[in-house]
């Protein structure tokens, strides 16, 4: 800020010079000075100058060099009742505005958001982004937000933003009917039409968003470990052979059941040789009779999965199966696959051939 005095006494030179990066409105002080009449006002680019004058909002200035005179004050000189120009100061506050990108201000929701989704139902949602801020009215906008405050930053309406933001995105994400797992590759959409429905109120303001961003979308931490086992198990294929999988895995880990078992097994392995040999670690005379080997266990049940528009389901079992060929859903033509076969097949070529052999053919057409 730059003040030039004429005869010690008025105020020459109006002008601001911002260092802080974040402060939107600066109140040029006038207490004990008048503005001269002839000053020169200097506006920058990026900026606005707002006169007030006894409380009421008057002329607004973009960037330019002026001499306030009565040719560029229009509306002060309406308000003074200057008939003709004349060399007399005159008290106004003079509000500079700036009008650059304040960039980079984040919002996110404090609390879940609960949304109706088609495939899980009811789930919580937490979402976090960043936007830029512009002042579009600089009248508008001492009106409605500054008043008489002398020198406003931005995070003295971030707040207000923040909570518009975050009940528009509520509303938004509720009308949209996006599935959870498609909002992440929705997001560039869903802030178009979020942007969209906080603009009206946004311009009421005097202000503009240029750019509004979703950065993430989550559910909660125990909705997200389900997803992770459901997508574990589809990758995995076959449900047996995941099984499997997992159980050699977890017996290799350090410290893991399967060590304990490993320890267990060695165990009585040698509690067996103890009781082989004598009391004097010699072997007895005569062996014991071996025990009786236990039965093995009964066959592992074939499960089967289904082929269903380029979907997989299952793994169904002989009972599961059954009734899906009493219902309908599953008939002689149903592509089938089960572990050790060789690719898909009908289910009338496969094992299950047996489930049909009860169900009647198609009733011949009605006589003519």
């Known amino acids: 800020m730059v003040f030039g005095f004429l005869k010690g006494e ?27 009449y002839g000053a020169k ?4 680019e990026g900026q606005a100058a707002v006169f007030v004058h006894e409380g009421q909002l008057a002329d607004v200035f ?26 007399s100061p005159f008290k106004s506050e003079v509000y500079f505005v700036s009008t650059t990108r304040f960039n980079d201000l984040k919002w996110g929701t404090k609390n879940p958001i609960m949304c109706r989704d088609p495939e899980f139902g009811p789930v919580r949602l937490r979402a976090f982004g960043s936007y830029s801020m512009r002042v579009s009215d600089p009248g508008l906008f001492l009106k409605e937000i500054v008043g008489t405050d002398g020198e406003f930053t931005a995070d003295e309406v971030s707040d207000q933003i923040r909570n518009i933001i975050v009940q528009e995105f509520s509303q938004s994400i509720a009308k949209s009917g996006i599935p959870v797992l498609d909002m992440a590759a929705n997001t560039g959409d869903l802030s178009k039409l979020i942007l969209g429905s906080i603009a009206p109120t946004i311009a009421g303001y005097g202000l503009t968003l240029p750019e509004f961003y979703i950065e993430n979308i989550s559910l909660p931490e125990e909705v997200e470990k389900a997803l992770d086992k459901r997508t574990s198990v589809g990758l995995a294929g076959d449900l047996n052979k995941y099984m499997q999988f997992s159980a050699a895995e977890a017996m290799g880990k350090p410290g893991s059941a399967g060590d304990s078992m490993t320890a ?18 010699a072997a007895p005379a005569a062996a014991a009779p071996a025990a009786a080997a236990p039965p093995p266990p009964p066959p592992a049940a074939t499960v089967w999965h289904v082929a269903d528009n380029g979907a997989t389901k299952g793994p169904f079992g002989d009972g599961d199966l059954a009734a899906m060929v009493s219902n309908g859903s599953l008939t002689r033509a149903t592509m089938v696959w089960t572990a050790g076969q060789d690719g898909w097949k009908a289910a009338g070529e496969t094992a299950l051939a047996r489930l049909f052999a009860q169900v009647p053919p198609p009733p011949p057409p009605p006589a003519p």
Do not use: C
């Open 264 to 281: 267990g097994m060695g165990a009585a392995m040698g509690m067996a040789m103890a009781q082989n040999m004598g009391p004097w670690g």
């Open 62 to 87: 973009s960037p330019g060099m002026y001499m306030l005179e009565t040719n560029n004050l229009p509306i002060m000189t309406t308000l003074q009742h200057w008939d003709h120009g004349f060399n």
């Open 41 to 44: 006002l200097t506006v920058r």
């Open 10 to 36: 008025f105020v020459d030179v109006i002008d601001w010079t911002d260092e802080t990066r974040d402060t939107m409105v600066w109140r040029f002080e006038r207490y004990k000075n008048a503005i001269k």
